[in-house]
T-cell receptor
Framework: NAGVTQTPKFQVLKTGQSMTLQCAQD?????MSWYRQDPGMGLRLIHY???????DQGEVPNGYNVSRSTTEDFPLRLLSAAPSQTSVYFC???????????????FGQGTRLTVV | GEDVEQSLFLSVREGDSSVINCTYT??????LYWYKQEPGAGLQLLTY?????DMKQDQRLTVLLNKKDKHLSLRIADTQTGDSAIYFC????????????FGRGTSLIVHP
């Protein structure tokens, strides 16, 4: 199994450009999420989804959009990139809510994004 | 304040024990997790503890939970250079987003 696959691994954008970070999982997981990781800030939740067609905002949603048209895919769109969005982005998925069972969240390898 | 707090750095000598601490604020958290992130990689689940347990041991890892003080710790015995990584504490809830809330992560540096 591939698990959680993120593409691209690295990306450089100019301020104002838009792009989509891709995330796909092959484990039939209902729960998917996007985090950004910044030095000293840990992981901050951007958006999450509890199933196809259902998404919600996390802690830092501004400047990002998501959609969940299939169980497998959960793309993250940057509408108009800003230098403050320079970060490492992680996608994660799990089969259950993490409060209901000892559920592991599976993470992708990350996308390192630089906005200049 | 933050939901989950951790100190940012810990430096230990190879062969010593490491203790990484975490405090959380939500008493409704049902599961508490420790994840490990090696350089350039995503996070991987290391271990977890159910909220009605005080301790869990798994080989070199010991997790202690003080539910009254909302304090969680991860002890790594006989720490090796391969244990150098960032360790994240996370809490799982039955309310809200159902997505784990992570601390800032503790960078463990193991030196010879």
């Amino acid at each position: 199994n591939a698990g959680v696959t993120q593409t691209p691994k690295f990306q450089v954008l100019k301020t104002g450009q838009s792009m989509t970070l891709q995330c796909a999982q092959d484990m039939n997981h209902e729960y998917m999420s996007w985090y950004r990781q910044d030095p000293g800030m840990g992981l901050r939740l951007i958006h999450y989804s509890v199933g196809a067609g259902i998404t919600d905002q996390g802690e830092v949603p501004n400047g990002y959009n998501v959609s969940r048209s299939t169980t497998e895919d959960f793309p993250l769109r940057l509408l108009s990139a800003a230098p403050s969005q320079t970060s490492v982005y992680f996608c994660a998925s799990s089969s259950e809510p993490t409060g209901r069972a000892n559920t592991e969240a599976f993470f992708g390898q990350g996308t390192r994004l630089t906005v200049v | 304040g933050e939901d989950v707090e951790q100190s940012l750095f810990l430096s230990v000598r190879e062969g010593d024990s490491s203790v990484i601490n975490c405090t959380y604020t939500d008493s409704s958290s049902t599961y508490l997790y420790w994840y490990k992130q090696e350089p350039g990689a995503g996070l991987q689940l290391l271990t977890y503890i159910f909220s009605n347990m005080d301790m869990k041991q798994d080989q070199r890892l010991t997790v202690l939970l003080n539910k009254k003080d909302k304090h969680l710790s991860l002890r790594i015995a006989d720490t090796q250079t391969g244990d150098s990584a960032i360790y994240f504490c996370a809490e799982g809830k039955l309310q809200g987003s159902y997505i784990p809330t992570f601390g800032r992560g503790t960078s463990l540096i193991v030196h010879p």
